[in-house]
Nanobody, 127 residues
Framework: QLQLVESGGGLVQPGGSLRLSCAAA????????IGWFRQVPGKEREEVSC?????????NYADSVKGRFTISRDNAKNTVYLQMNSLKPEDTAVYYC???????????????????WGQGTQVTVSS
């Protein structure tokens, strides 16, 4: 069974940090492009960051998180991370990871092209 599981969400004060994890079961993340997305009620899901297939390794970030968020992968643990620093209240959302088992740069893929999705983890930034 192919599965993605996110973890690491929680409540943090503005300016704080969290690290989200996206672990895979049933397939190898190394050979997929992985995206992190977020969604708030009443709004469309938006891409936050992505990392390409390991043969490419390029990353991409939404303008709203550049310089604050870092995506990385640990192939030995079959896990992708999203390190989030200098968090702002507007970062509050449910965060999802998703995978598409293709080798083109991750910036080429749109939301609907991702094949596998996790269940999401809540991130709340509030004082």
């Amino acid at each position: 069974q192919l599965q993605l599981v996110e973890s690491g969400g929680g409540l943090v004060q503005p300016g704080g940090s969290l690290r989200l994890s996206c672990a895979a079961a049933g397939f190898t993340l190394e050979y997929s492009a992985i995206g992190w997305f977020r969604q708030v009620p009443g709004k469309e899901r938006e891409e936050v960051s992505c990392i390409s297939h390991s043969d490419d390794g390029t990353t991409n970030y939404a303008d709203s998180v550049k310089g604050r968020f870092t995506i990385s992968r640990d192939n030995a643990k079959n896990t992708v991370y999203l390190q989030m620093n200098s968090l702002k209240p507007e970062d509050t959302a449910v965060y999802y990871c998703a995978a598409v088992p293709l080798s083109s740069p991750c910036s080429w893929y749109e939301l609907h092209e991702y094949d596998y999705w996790g269940q999401g983890t809540q991130v709340t930034v509030s004082s």
